[in-house]
């Protein structure tokens, strides 16, 4: 069975230092991972994702991810925080024909 | 960028009564949609997975009889609780994938249910 484990409930960065919210993963194939990003009273939106190929994933917004497969994790970075990404982010892995399964979600918090 | 919608945005209801939620995809063809459940500092949690012309598949433990899902077109699917009870409150967020394999799934703005 697929599982996504985001270790950090919160993470408080101060604005312009560099961020990192982490995620591991565990499935029984090749993963498809991805990075969603939800903002409080709306849906999720898309930040990137790793469906095979280079490593380093980047996406909107500056973010980047990293796909590592020996340690089975897939953190997200950005090199210099904003205030405005302050949210809740969520990991979510997925085998091929399968359903997404989502992390429990990192509250960010950047600090002005 | 695809783009899902949501109406409506908020719903009160009182017990007992139904509510229809509406999962639209604006600027593509949804092969399939998902609908996911969301408590307050919680994951999703993935109801049920529909397709359109067919019979919606449900997660382990949600009530098809409770949770009507409707996909009755590429662009539209409908969730309706029906019978709403106060523990039925939470915030209802659908998704939609453009393909098969192993596309994005692109995700609506959500719509918050109270139940009274």
């Known amino acids: 069975a697929q599982s996504v484990a985001q270790p950090e409930d919160q993470v408080n960065v101060a604005e312009g230092n560099p961020l990192t919210v982490k995620c591991t993963y565990s499935?029984?194939?090749?993963?498809?991972l991805f990075w969603y990003v939800q903002y409080p009273n709306r849906g999720l939106q898309f930040l990137l994702k790793?469906?095979?190929?280079?490593?380093l994933v980047k996406g909107s917004y500056g973010f980047e991810a990293e796909f590592n497969k020996s340690q089975t994790s897939f953190h997200l970075k950005k090199p210099s925080a904003l205030v405005s990404d302050s949210a809740l982010y969520f990991c979510a892995v997925r085998d091929y024909g399968q359903n997404f399964v989502f992390g429990p979600g990192t509250r960010l918090s950047v600090l002005p | 960028g695809a783009v899902v919608s949501q109406h409506p945005s908020r719903v009160i209801c009182k017990s007992g009564t139904s509510v229809k939620i509406e999962c639209r995809s604006l600027d593509f063809q949804a092969t399939t949609m998902f609908w996911y459940r969301q408590f307050p500092k919680q994951s999703l949690m993935l109801m049920a997975t529909?397709?359109?012309?067919?019979?919606?598949?449900?997660e382990q433990g949600v009530e098809k009889d409770k949770f009507l899902i409707n996909h009755a077109s590429l662009t539209l699917s409908t969730l309706t609780v029906t019978s709403a009870h106060p523990e039925d409150s939470s915030f209802y967020i659908c998704?939609?994938?453009?393909?098969?394999?192993?596309?994005?799934?692109?995700f609506g703005p959500g719509t918050r249910l109270t139940v009274l």
């Open positions: 998704s939609a994938r453009q393909g098969r394999g192993t596309d994005t799934q692109y």
């Open positions: 529909s397709n359109e012309g067919s019979k919606a598949t449900y």
């Open positions: 790793y469906i095979t190929g280079d490593n």
């Open positions: 499935v029984s194939g090749n993963p498809y």
